[in-house]
């Protein structure tokens, strides 16, 4: 009697793991459904945002795109936000969260650029970040390396550098 019980108590706690297992795996799964679509939310208040932003910086916008991916001997580079006019081409990392790493994923992104998308090689490329929330030292960092800074100021986007930034045109190395 004291087996059988024992046994059913075993097949109750298995039971209750893998429904608690498939609880997990489906609120973590919405979880990330709703950061992606955060990350849409907050791309698509910087998007039309660039067009003034960089006009004011003496760079015209002619073209703004969302979401371009290329891939290439294996590999793939996405953009979140890429403005281009006959001159400059610029790549713009959008974070809801802006940290440090994404500001370095960023810079090696600008690396590799021209290799992803070598239509665009007699232009001069420069970079930008985005985010809503900016983590401690991430804005300062992406200004020393010559990146654009872009966050929420109210319910607009403006670019936190100061007017004497110059920005860093990104050649293959």
């Known amino acids: 009697m004291l087996k059988e019980q024992s046994l059913e108590t075993e097949r109750i706690l298995k039971e209750q793991?893998?429904?608690?297992?498939?609880q997990i795996t489906r609120l973590s799964k919405e979880i990330g459904n709703l950061g992606g679509k955060w990350g849409?939310?907050?791309?698509n208040m910087v998007a039309p945002?660039?067009?003034?932003?960089?006009l004011n910086r003496e760079i015209p916008v002619?073209?703004?795109?969302?979401r371009v991916r290329k891939r290439l001997d294996g590999k793939t580079l996405e953009i979140d936000v890429l403005v281009t006019n006959e001159n400059h081409v610029l790549v713009v990392e959008v974070k809801s969260s802006l940290s440090v790493d994404d500001v370095k994923e960023l810079i090696k992104n600008?690396?590799?650029?021209?290799?992803?998308?070598p239509e665009y090689n007699?232009?001069?490329l420069y970079g930008a970040v985005a985010g809503i929330e900016i983590e401690e030292g991430a804005d300062k960092y992406a200004y020393r390396q010559?990146?654009?800074v872009l966050a929420q100021r109210?319910?607009?986007v403006a670019i936190l550098n100061d007017t004497e930034f110059q920005p860093k045109t990104w050649y293959n190395p």
């Open 40 to 43: 849409r939310f907050v791309e």
């Open 122 to 124: 007699h232009k001069q």
């Open 154 to 156: 109210g319910e607009n």
């Open 49 to 54: 945002a660039c067009e003034t932003l960089f």
């Open 17 to 22: 793991s893998l429904k608690t297992d498939r």
């Open 146 to 148: 010559g990146l654009f």
């Open 110 to 117: 600008l690396t590799e650029f021209r290799q992803f998308f």
């Open 62 to 66: 002619h073209q703004v795109s969302q």
